[in-house]
């Protein structure tokens, strides 16, 4: 038995692999093209571990899924792999709508064509998990009550069009083609190996570099925020036991206001790594803000509570302590991602930006 990972050498893959073989011994094949996003960095404490293989590969080539699904036959297929960033997203959309929307397409289409001719054991225990965003329903002002799974879709971002579309592609091959469809839609993660483009790593690589800390607008926009390691054992509930064709939510139960969480991160910084200098909050700047920025996500998560048992491990506070110690103690791994690309990444999103 072996499950396919696709996008296994990002921050929630390859967190999502590290604990799968920390829980069970069931082998993992790993598919990931690498992007800047994907890095082998993150798995190597499975160097020499023959439960993890490593294939580097676009989820959009037929070609190569049609032979890695007839030569491994996962029972279980994970889809992680997908762009990312939404800033990145408004800067240039076409990568998204390539990997988000056509690659999982493409991808589904292989998984048809192999499900299809499977004997019926096989079949009948056969998974697809597709791992969406909470952004997919759109924007909630203060007071709203949080997204359920009933939420219309009303995605504002190309990243977020783009995840909806596939959500929608999931969707219509489980209602069209009967394929055992199982997809999640997550809140905000944090916690070890988030690439720096995203909220708190930035934050903390920039604090420990003495530079500002850019807040999007006025800072008060929400996010519902969730330990990537509660996220991941989210995902193994689901694919154990989520009903087919399902979607199901998952979130922290925890809203905060950016603002509130720098702080929070400049208080750890101040309590672990003092500055000579003074408190890391002197270094907050406001500058212009993220175009189309949502307001705020908020997740009603009680669909996977009460069904199928699943609630997070992690409080805020216990979460993002372990998540500043991780990176003060990784400094050598933020170093190697914030290379040359990360640098241009840098200069595009916040040059323009200014000082508010
Ligand atoms: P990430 O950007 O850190 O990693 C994405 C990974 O996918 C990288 O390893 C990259 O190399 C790989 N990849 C990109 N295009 C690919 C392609 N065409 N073929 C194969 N591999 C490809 O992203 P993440 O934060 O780990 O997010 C993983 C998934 O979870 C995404 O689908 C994302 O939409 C979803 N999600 C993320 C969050 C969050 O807060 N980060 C929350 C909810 C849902
Ligand atoms: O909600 C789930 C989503 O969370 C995932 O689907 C996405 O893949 C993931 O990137 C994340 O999207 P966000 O846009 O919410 O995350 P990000 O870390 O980019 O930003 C979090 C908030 O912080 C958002 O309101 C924008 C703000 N922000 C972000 C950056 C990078 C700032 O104020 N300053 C910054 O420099």
């Not at 890695?68 to 036959?73: D, N, Q, V």
């Not at 807040?215 to 694919?239: E, F, K, Q």
């Not at 803000?289 to 949502?294: A, E, I, K, N, Q």
């Amino acid at each position: 038995m072996v499950i396919l990972v696709t996008g296994g050498a990002g921050f929630i893959g390859a967190n999502f692999i590290l604990d799968w073989l920390r829980v069970n011994d069931e082998p993992v094949l790993n598919l990931d093209k690498l992007t800047y996003a994907g890095n082998l960095e993150n798995l190597t404490s499975l160097t020499g571990d023959a439960r993890h293989v490593f294939v580097q590969g676009d989820i959009g080539d037929r070609v190569l899924l049609d032979k890695l699904l007839a030569e491994h036959r996962p029972r279980a297929i994970v889809n992680f792999a997908a762009e990312s960033h939404v800033d990145r997203s408004i800067h240039g959309p076409e990568d998204f709508i390539q990997t988000n929307v056509v690659g999982t397409f493409h991808l589904l289409e292989a998984v048809r064509g192999h499900w299809t001719n499977l004997p019926d054991d096989e079949k009948a225990a056969f998974r697809f998990l597709h791992v969406s965003t909470d952004e997919v329903y759109g924007s909630l002002e203060v007071g709203d009550a949080p997204f359920t799974e009933s939420t219309p879709f009303s995605p504002n971002s190309p990243y977020s069009a783009s995840k909806a579309s596939s959500d929608h592609l999931v969707r219509a091959y489980h209602h069209t083609y009967g394929l055992p469809m199982l997809t999640t839609n997550c809140s905000n993660n944090y916690g070890p190996h988030q690439f720096p483009e995203k909220l708190i790593p930035l934050m903390i690589l920039n604090a420990t570099r003495g530079k500002p800390l850019p807040i999007y607008g006025d800072g008060m926009n929400v996010r519902d925020w969730l330990y990537v390691t509660d996220h991941c054992s989210a995902i193994r509930t689901v694919l154990q036991n989520g009903r087919l064709g399902e979607t199901y939510n998952i979130g922290g139960w925890n809203e905060m206001p950016n603002i509130e969480i720098v702080k929070t991160v400049c208080a750890l910084l101040d309590e672990m790594r003092p500055d000579a200098a003074g408190p890391y909050t002197r270094l907050l700047t406001y500058v212009t803000d993220r175009p189309g920025h949502d307001r705020r996500y908020a997740m009603d998560a009680s669909k996977i509570h009460q069904e199928l048992g699943w609630k997070p491990a992690e409080t805020f506070e216990t979460g993002i302590r372990k998540t500043v110690r991780w990176y003060l103690d990784n400094m050598q791994w933020v170093e190697n991602v914030a290379s040359g690309e990360y640098r241009k990444w840098l200069d595009t999103n916040y040059a323009e930006r200014g000082a508010q």
